[in-house]
C-alpha cells in the first residue's frame, strides 16, 4: 500500500500569504495524485486531479505541482474561504489511499 | 444534477453490524464506480471498497475483508456498505463517493453517515 504523507500537520497564515502543502509518496504514483480541501462538517471536494489539472470551477489560486514522490499544493494568496483540510489522494496503486491532511489555520 | 443521498446516522454495539445506503440520482446508477471511504474524528481519509454497480463486482481493502460487503439494489438506485463485528474503531463518517465523467477521482459524495460503536 502506498503510505501518503503530508507536511506540516498545520500551518498558520493569515489571508493574502501563500500557501505551500507537501504530499510525499512512498513509492511513485507518476502523476496520478489529487487534492482535496474539506471544511468542518462538510464533504471534501476535488481541488486538483492528476497532480497539476483544476477541477471545474476552482480558483485559479490553487495550483499543483510534482510527479513520483513529491507533490506540491500552492495557494497563491489565501482567501479566508480557503482556511481547511486538505489532504491528498493517489489512484496509481492499489488501493487507492490518501494523506493523514494538513490544516490550514489562519494566523 | 448528480446526488448521492446516503442513510442516516446509527448506533452500534460492538460486534454488530450496520447497514450504510446511498441512493444515487441525476445520472445512470450503473454506469460509474461507487466508493466507500470513511473518516474518523480528527483522521484522514480512508477508502474502504468499491463496486461497478453495473456488474455487482467488488473489492475491498485488505484491512476490512471479511467484515465489509458491498451490494446494490439497481432498481432503486442505492449500493449499500455493510460492516461487520463493528468495534470503537469504527466509529467514523462514512461517505460513499463517485469519479467524475472520464475521472477516476472522487467529483461526487454522500453527504456521510456518522456510525457511533459504543457499548
Given at each position: 500500500?502506498?503510505?501518503?504523507?503530508?507536511?506540516?500537520?498545520?500551518?498558520s497564515?493569515?489571508p493574502?500569504e501563500?500557501?505551500?502543502?507537501?504530499c510525499r509518496?512512498?513509492?511513485?504514483?507518476?502523476?496520478?495524485?489529487?487534492?482535496y480541501?474539506q471544511?468542518?462538517g462538510?464533504?471534501?471536494?476535488?481541488l486538483?486531479?492528476d497532480a497539476s489539472?483544476?477541477?471545474?470551477?476552482?480558483?485559479?489560486?490553487?495550483?499543483g505541482?510534482?510527479?513520483?514522490?513529491?507533490?506540491?499544493?500552492?495557494?497563491?494568496?489565501?482567501?479566508p474561504?480557503?482556511?481547511?483540510?486538505?489532504?491528498?489522494?493517489?489512484?496509481s496503486?492499489w488501493?487507492p489511499?490518501?494523506?493523514?491532511?494538513?490544516?490550514?489555520?489562519?494566523? | 444534477?448528480?446526488?448521492?443521498?446516503?442513510?442516516?446516522a446509527?448506533?452500534?454495539?460492538?460486534g454488530a453490524?450496520?447497514k450504510?445506503?446511498?441512493?444515487a440520482s441525476?445520472?445512470?446508477?450503473t454506469?460509474?464506480?461507487?466508493?466507500w471511504?470513511r473518516?474518523?474524528?480528527?483522521q484522514g481519509?480512508e477508502?474502504?471498497?468499491w463496486?461497478?454497480p453495473?456488474s455487482?463486482?467488488?473489492?475491498?481493502?485488505q484491512?476490512?475483508?471479511?467484515?465489509?460487503?458491498i451490494?446494490?439494489?439497481?432498481?432503486?438506485?442505492?449500493a449499500?456498505?455493510?460492516?461487520?463485528?463493528?468495534?470503537?474503531e469504527?466509529?467514523?463518517?462514512?461517505?460513499?463517493a463517485?469519479?467524475g465523467?472520464?475521472?477516476?477521482w472522487?467529483d461526487?459524495w454522500?453527504?456521510g453517515?456518522?456510525?457511533t460503536?459504543?457499548s
Amino acid at each position: 500500500e502506498v503510505v501518503l504523507t503530508q507536511s506540516p500537520a498545520t500551518l498558520s497564515l493569515s489571508p493574502g500569504e501563500r500557501a505551500t502543502l507537501s504530499c510525499r509518496a512512498s513509492q511513485s504514483v507518476g502523476s496520478y495524485l489529487a487534492w482535496y480541501q474539506q471544511k468542518p462538517g462538510q464533504t471534501p471536494r476535488l481541488l486538483i486531479h492528476d497532480a497539476s489539472n483544476r477541477a471545474t470551477g476552482i480558483p485559479a489560486r490553487f495550483s499543483g505541482s510534482g510527479s513520483g514522490t513529491d507533490f506540491t499544493l500552492t495557494i497563491s494568496s489565501l482567501e479566508p474561504e480557503d482556511f481547511a483540510v486538505y489532504s491528498c489522494q493517489q489512484r496509481s496503486i492499489w488501493p487507492p489511499s490518501f494523506g493523514q491532511g494538513t490544516k490550514l489555520e489562519i494566523k | 444534477q448528480v446526488q448521492l443521498v446516503q442513510s442516516g446516522a446509527e448506533v452500534k454495539k460492538p460486534g454488530a453490524s450496520v447497514k450504510v445506503s446511498c441512493k444515487a440520482s441525476g445520472y445512470t446508477f450503473t454506469s460509474y464506480d461507487i466508493n466507500w471511504v470513511r473518516q474518523a474524528t480528527g483522521q484522514g481519509l480512508e477508502w474502504m471498497g468499491w463496486m461497478n454497480p453495473n456488474s455487482g463486482d467488488t473489492d475491498y481493502v485488505q484491512k476490512f475483508q471479511g467484515r465489509i460487503t458491498i451490494t446494490r439494489n439497481t432498481s432503486i438506485r442505492t449500493a449499500y456498505m455493510e460492516l461487520s463485528s463493528l468495534r470503537s474503531e469504527d466509529t467514523a463518517v462514512y461517505y460513499c463517493a463517485r469519479p467524475g465523467f472520464g475521472s477516476g477521482w472522487f467529483d461526487y459524495w454522500g453527504q456521510g453517515t456518522l456510525v457511533t460503536v459504543s457499548s
